[in-house]
């Protein structure tokens, strides 16, 4: 089954499809391609975000920080 956070083909089929037609007093009209993408890049973002990381826990925005002990002079031995 596909990846439903993956729309590459969704935009590949739309772009090469008309903006909208008419037949027979029916008419249909497509996504704009703009929005298409926007939306793929927001279900990227979202999915990045919402992963874990190496050890298991939640993905931290600050990309691996850690905060930094001070050495102070003549603190004492490290």
Sequence with gaps: MADPTDLTDTI????????????????ATGQPLDKL?????????????SGT?????????????RAARPLLPGGGPE
């Design 53 to 65: 990381n190496a050890k298991g826990g939640p993905r931290s925005g600050w990309r691996g920080l």
């Design 37 to 49: 993408v926007a939306a793929d890049k927001h279900l990227g973002t979202k999915a990045a975000l």
């Design 12 to 27: 590949a089929a739309e772009a090469q499809l008309p903006a909208s037609s008419t037949s027979d007093g029916q008419s």
